[in-house]
């Protein structure tokens, strides 16, 4: 299934909040948020997961595996397929359209990134994020709203 581009991000340059309101898997007691977890990033690593159940679950699983890899970024990903669902199929639900999804983990030796492998990997997604590149709006609400996409956005939803 097509529909997503991923890359690696410089790891430790990433700093800020994820609000997670997709999905996370694994562990598989989660799947579909109920409750959205917040996950505060300082220098690519997560420093406080926060929320409810799910939150509480993703806290456990990353402690059991007694990895700090696990708490790195390993890659981010945008979904563009126009007819992806949330559906609790990972391999769908990580290409919900203008969704983000974020890698923690093991990381793909093609991406030639500082985490390499680790015990496990887990994805989780933002919905309907607002990104920016260079302090230019490209998404919001689900829609790529850039000048440049906005019209292969409104074909693509058709």
Partial sequence: MGGQISWAPIEDSIEGVLMIDGFIWPPKEIG???NSVKIEIREGKIRRIEGGYEAKI???WLESLGDE???YIAHASWGFHPKALLRGIPLEDERVYAGVEF???SQSLKFKGKIGLAKAHTDMSILEPEVYYDDVLVARG???VHPELA???KRLRK
Avoid: E, Q, T
């Fill in 32 to 34: 579909l948020i109920r």
């Fill in 58 to 60: 993703l806290s456990k």
């Fill in 69 to 71: 890899r696990m708490y």
């Fill in 103 to 105: 890698g923690f983990g």
């Fill in 142 to 144: 689900g829609k790529f």
């Fill in 151 to 153: 019209d292969l956005d």
